[in-house]
C-alpha cells in the first residue's frame, strides 16, 4: 500500500454533525472513531464534554465547529463559543468564516472573525481550522475571480493565526437550476489550489464529497492533511481488504519464486 493505515487513520476527523443526531449517535460515533484510530471527531459545541469523557486515553482528539454551518455569529459569539468548547475538552477548533463580509470584501471584518476565534484557541493550546465553504464562492466576490478569492483568503487566515485552512463544511448547498440542494465539496483543483496559497506551516483539510478510501488518498496526494468524513469504517475496512489482498498477493509471488529455485 501506498500509505500505511496510520497515515490514512490519521487524516481522518470522524464527523459527528448532523442536525438529527442524538446521543446516542454522538456515543457510537466516538466509539467508532476509537475502533479505526482517527485523528478526531468533529461535534457540535454542547456535545464537547461528554465526547472528551468517551475518548479519554484513546488518542482521539476531540474538536468542535464555532460559527457553524454558515459563519453568521457574531464575532465575540464566536469567541465565547471557542471559549467554552476548549474548557470543556476540545483541542481542535473549526470556525466558518462571516461568507458575506467576505464577498463583500470587508477583509478587515473577516480577519478580525478569524483572529478573535484564534487568539481565544490558541490560549487554551487548541488549533484551529478555518472554513471558507468554496461551494458558494464558485464566481468569486469583492472584484475577484474565484481562484483569487480563496488564495486572498488563504494568505488573510494565515496572517490571522489559522493552523488549517478548510474546504467546506459538508452542509453548504447550493440552489441548482432544477430547484433541488446539492454541493460539490472539497474538489482536487481547491486543495490544490490551498495548498499552494499558504506555507507550510498551515496545514489543508477537505470537507465534503471525499466518500472512499481512493478519495482520501488523493486527498493526501494533493497535501491535504485532514478530511472530514462520516464514511469512515467504509474506508478503513477497505483499506485492511486491500493490504490483505496484497499481503496475500505477495505470499503467493514470493512462494512462486521459491518453486522456480526448486529447478521446475
Given at each position: 500500500m501506498k500509505y500505511s493505515y496510520a497515515d490514512l487513520a490519521k487524516m481522518i476527523d470522524h464527523s459527528l454533525l448532523h442536525p438529527t443526531m442524538t446521543?446516542?449517535?454522538?456515543?457510537?460515533?466516538?466509539r467508532l472513531a476509537a475502533k479505526y484510530h482517527v485523528a478526531s471527531v468533529c461535534i457540535k459545541p454542547y456535545a464537547v464534554k461528554r465526547?472528551?469523557?468517551?475518548?479519554?486515553?484513546?488518542?482521539?482528539?476531540?474538536?468542535?465547529?464555532?460559527?457553524?454551518?454558515?459563519?453568521?455569529?457574531?464575532?465575540?459569539?464566536?469567541?465565547?463559543?471557542?471559549?467554552?468548547?476548549?474548557?470543556?475538552?476540545?483541542?481542535?477548533?473549526?470556525?466558518?468564516?462571516?461568507?458575506?463580509?467576505?464577498?463583500?470584501?470587508?477583509?478587515?471584518?473577516?480577519?478580525?472573525?478569524v483572529r478573535a476565534v484564534c487568539d481565544e484557541a490558541h490560549r487554551?493550546?487548541?488549533?484551529?481550522?478555518?472554513?471558507?465553504?468554496?461551494?458558494?464562492?464558485?464566481?468569486?466576490?469583492?472584484?475577484?475571480?474565484?481562484?483569487?478569492?480563496?488564495?486572498?483568503?488563504?494568505?488573510?487566515?494565515?496572517?490571522?493565526?489559522?493552523?488549517?485552512?478548510k474546504t467546506s463544511s459538508g452542509y453548504g448547498f447550493v440552489k441548482q437550476a432544477d430547484g433541488s440542494y446539492n454541493y460539490k465539496g472539497a474538489t482536487e483543483h481547491d486543495l490544490a489550489l490551498m495548498r499552494a496559497s499558504v506555507s507550510p506551516r498551515v496545514q489543508v483539510k477537505a470537507a465534503g464529497g471525499v466518500r472512499d478510501l481512493d478519495g482520501l488518498i488523493r486527498v493526501r496526494d494533493l497535501g491535504g492533511s485532514r478530511c472530514g468524513a462520516t464514511a469512515t469504517a467504509a474506508m478503513m475496512d477497505?483499506?485492511?481488504?486491500?493490504?490483505?489482498?496484497?499481503?496475500?498477493?505477495?505470499?503467493?509471488?514470493?512462494?512462486?519464486?521459491?518453486?522456480?529455485?526448486?529447478?521446475?
Open positions: 446521543d446516542q449517535d454522538l456515543e457510537d460515533g466516538c465526547a472528551s469523557e468517551l475518548l479519554q486515553g484513546t488518542g482521539v482528539l476531540v474538536g468542535a465547529v464555532i460559527g457553524f454551518p454558515h459563519g453568521n455569529s457574531a464575532t465575540e459569539s464566536k469567541r465565547y463559543e471557542t471559549e467554552l468548547a476548549c474548557r470543556d475538552g476540545a483541542s481542535e477548533i473549526d470556525m466558518v468564516i462571516n461568507i458575506g463580509k467576505a464577498l463583500g470584501g470587508d477583509w478587515g471584518y473577516v480577519s478580525n472573525d487554551h493550546g487548541a488549533k484551529v481550522k478555518v472554513i471558507f465553504e468554496n461551494d458558494y464562492l464558485t464566481k468569486g466576490g469583492a472584484g475577484l475571480s474565484s481562484d483569487d478569492f480563496k488564495r486572498k483568503l488563504c494568505v488573510l487566515c494565515e496572517e490571522a493565526g489559522a493552523d488549517w485552512v477497505e483499506y485492511r481488504r486491500r493490504e490483505a489482498a496484497e499481503a496475500a498477493g505477495g505470499a503467493e509471488e514470493k512462494k512462486s519464486g521459491q518453486l522456480g529455485a526448486g529447478g521446475y
